[in-house]
C-alpha cells in the first residue's frame, strides 16, 4: 500500500525558508522509474507544480521558482525534502508531495500541509 | 512551459446528466495528459493517465479522449460523488495543470 505524509512548520514569516518533509512508504525511491515531486495550492486555487526528483537523483524544478527551490531525498529512510527560501505571503498554501511513476503523472498524494505566511 | 487551458471554470449540471469537460493544450502533448478529481478538503485523486486509460478502482462512467492539443473528460450518468473540481495535466514536458473545473449541482 503506498502512502505519502507531508510535513512542515505550518506558518512562517516574509523572507524566511520553508523546509517540507515527504516520508512516504510502499515504494523505494532506489527502483527506476520512481520519482516524487511538490504541487501546492492556494486555498481556492489551483495546482502548481513546483520540483521533483527521481530515483536517481535527477531534479527537475518549476522554471518560475527555481532560483527559490531545492529538492533532495533520503532514499534510505523513504523521505523526500524540499526547501524554499525567502517566502512571502504568496506562498500561503497546501503543499502536496505525490509520487510519479514511470509514466510521470502523479498517481499516490499525500493528504497535504498547509502553510501559512504572515508578518 | 506549455499552458493548459480549460475552458469553463465551473458549470451546474443536473444528478444524470452526461458531463464534458474540456482542456486545451498550447502545443500537442502527444495524449500525456492526466486528469484529476478533487473534492473540498482532500488530495486531488488520479482517475485517468495518457488520455484515455482509466485508474484501477475508478467507475466506468468516467471516460477520457482526445489528441494533439485537446482532450476531454466525460462522465456518463453524474452521480452525487461527482461533484468535485476536475484538473487535466500534461506530462510530455515539465508538468503544468488545467486551472481546474467545478461541477456543482443545479
Redesign the interface.
Known sequence: QVTLKESGPGILKPSQTLSLTCSFSGFSLSTSGMGV?WIRQPSGK????LA?IWWDDDK?Y??SLKSQLTISKDTSRNQVFLKITSVDTADTATY?C?RRAG??????????TTLTVSS | DIQMTQSSSSFSVSLGDRVTITCKASEDIYNRLAWYQQKPGNAPRLLISGATSLETGVPSRFSGSGSGKDYTLSITSLQTEDVATYYCQQYWSTPTFGGGTKLEIK
Open positions: 515531486g489551483g495546482l502548481e507544480w521533483h527537475y518549476n522554471p502536496y505525490a509514466g510521470n503523472f502523479f498517481d499516490y498524494w499525500g493528504q497535504g
